[in-house]
C-alpha cells in the first residue's frame, strides 16, 4: 500500500505562488498526477497536472498552462507542483495520485493511490 502525503497549501493573495509537494513511500517510481476539486456545490474534480515515471512527460490542463510546473524528484520520490500567478479560481483542495500503468492521464479512476489534500485559497 503506498502512502500519499501533500504538503504546501495555504493561503496567498492573488498573483502570488505556493509549491505543492506530495511524497509516496516506498522505493516504486509511480507515474503521478495532480487534480484539485473546488469546494462549491456542483464542482467536480478536474485533473492539473501529469508526469510520468521518468519526469520526460508533462501535461497540464489548458487553464494553468504556462503558470504551474510539475517536477520530481525520484531519489526521494517527491513530486512537485510550482504554482505562479494564482487566480482566485485556482482555490480548491488539491490532491496527488500516482498510477502504476496510466492510460488516460486526465481520468481519476486510473490512478490507485490518493493523497489526503492540501488546501490552497488564493484571494482576490
Known amino acids: 500500500q503506498v502512502q500519499l502525503v501533500e504538503s504546501g497549501g495555504g493561503l496567498v493573495q492573488a498573483g502570488g505562488s505556493l509549491r505543492l509537494s506530495c511524497e509516496a513511500s516506498?522505493?516504486?517510481?509511480?507515474?503521478m498526477g495532480w487534480f484539485r476539486q473546488a469546494q462549491a456545490p456542483g464542482k467536480e474534480r478536474e485533473f492539473v497536472s501529469f508526469i510520468s515515471q521518468s519526469g520526460v512527460t508533462r501535461l497540464y490542463a489548458d487553464s494553468v498552462k504556462g503558470r504551474f510546473t510539475i517536477s520530481r524528484d525520484n531519489a526521494k520520490n517527491t513530486v512537485f507542483l510550482q504554482m505562479n500567478n494564482l487566480k482566485p479560481e485556482d482555490t480548491a483542495v488539491y490532491y496527488c495520485a500516482a498510477s502504476s500503468g496510466v492510460t488516460n492521464y486526465g481520468r481519476g479512476a486510473d490512478y490507485e493511490y490518493w493523497g489526503q489534500g492540501t488546501q490552497v485559497t488564493v484571494s482576490s
Open positions: 516506498g522505493r516504486t517510481i509511480y507515474a
